[in-house]
T-cell receptor
Framework: TQLLEQSPQFLSIQEGENLTVYCNSS?????LQWYRQEPGEGPVLLVT?????EVKKLKRLTFQFGDARKDSSLHITAAQPGDTGLYLC?????????FGAGTTVTVRA | GAGVSQSPSNKVTEKGKDVELRCDPI?????LYWYRQRLGQGLEFLIY????????KSGLPSDRFSAERTGESVSTLTIQRTQQEDSAVYLC??????????????FGPGTRLLVL
């Protein structure tokens, strides 16, 4: 099983601030996915990045996949309380997913 | 068009008892996955079904854990002689199962298991 490390583990910011979450691995993945999980719910897919160097934007969220396809970042601009949740990265390990431990993001109003 | 459903949503049991957790995948999804999420941790892969066969059971932590799937429908994860370390959220996901990789997995809300 390939290991994904996420940092930071916890992040608490004020509404309107920016934040970045990192996901790093020593192994190459064919694709990497970012999920958000809210309490009592399963993870919901935000984005899949496939190509090294790829950048994808989803409204105020920007996702980057490293050139070597071993690392990724999620940047949120002007965070809102609705962005609060557990952010998980997952590497595509054939048919199954290998998950990082997650970053708990809290956005204070 | 319902999503993945799981039951029960919460289960409290005593150490040593057996439990069954159920997953109803999205209709038409041939691939089904079970994951476990311990408190404060990411998801651990348990088992993968393609149709009713399980080509990968490598994530099952011990022989107390087993799973089966009826056709391309419901799956049941059974934990025998539960231990306190089995306490976790058990999540089920399904996907189309046609493209082997880079398929979107849709997750259910999970079953929260507490073993006293």
């Amino acid at each position: 099983t390939q290991l994904l490390e996420q940092s930071p583990q916890f992040l608490s910011i004020q509404e309107g601030e920016n934040l970045t979450v990192y996901c790093n691995s020593s192994s190459v993945f064919s694709s990497l996915q970012w999920y958000r999980q809210e309490p009592g719910e399963g993870p919901v897919l935000l984005v899949t990045v496939v190509t090294g160097g790829e950048v994808k934007k989803l409204k105020r969220l920007t996702f980057q996949f490293g050139d070597a396809r071993k690392d990724s970042s999620l940047h949120i601009t002007a965070a809102q309380p609705g962005d609060t949740g557990l952010y998980l990265c997952a590497g595509d390990d054939d048919y199954k997913l290998s998950f990082g431990a997650g970053t708990t993001v809290t956005v204070r109003a | 068009g319902a999503g993945v459903s799981q039951s029960p949503s919460n289960k409290v049991t005593e150490k040593g008892k057996d439990v069954e957790l159920r997953c109803d995948p999205i209709s038409g999804h041939t691939a089904l996955y079970w994951y476990r999420q311990r408190l404060g941790q990411g998801l651990e892969f348990l088992i993968y079904f393609q149709g009713n066969s399980a080509p990968d059971k490598s994530g099952l932590p011990s022989d107390r854990f087993s799973a089966e799937r009826t056709g391309e429908s419901v799956s049941t994860l059974t934990i025998q002689r539960t231990q306190q370390e089995d306490s976790a959220v058990y999540l089920c996901a399904s996907s189309l199962g046609k493209y082997y990789d880079q398929e979107t997995q849709y997750f259910g809300p999970g079953t929260r298991l507490l073993v006293l």
